[in-house]
Nanobody
């Protein structure tokens, strides 16, 4: 079945870095846009990065532009999110997502930015 599994979250100090990974299975990964979202309690889930199927086009909201980088490895069916210069307001559960007949989500991975 279609599945996304995130990994790489954790606790990091402000200014630090983390790299999230998402392993995809059950669909032809190289044909689909992939996205990373995040959500904090009481707020709507927001997109933080999108990458095109071949990886040539990426998009970010202003809140993370210049700090976050999305990349993908179509040979390994994985997508990554490199997060640098992390701020306390980046604390959230991060989700990998793709629209494969419907929106699919991973289980999420917690990122906490705190001193």
């Amino acid at each position: 079945q279609v599945q996304l599994v995130e990994s790489g979250g954790g606790l990091v100090q402000p200014g630090g870095s983390l790299r999230l990974s998402c392993a995809a299975s059950g669909f032809t990964f190289s044909l689909y846009f992939m996205s990373w979202y995040r959500q904090t309690p009481g707020k709507e889930r927001e997109v933080v990065a999108v990458i095109s199927p071949a990886g040539g086009t990426t998009n970010y909201p202003d809140s993370v532009k210049g700090r976050f980088t999305i990349s993908r490895d179509n040979a390994k069916n994985t997508v990554h999110l490199e997060m640098n210069s992390l701020k306390p307001e980046d604390t959230a559960v991060y989700y990998c997502s793709a629209f494969v007949r419907s929106q699919i989500w991973g289980q999420g991975t917690q990122v906490t930015v705190s001193s």
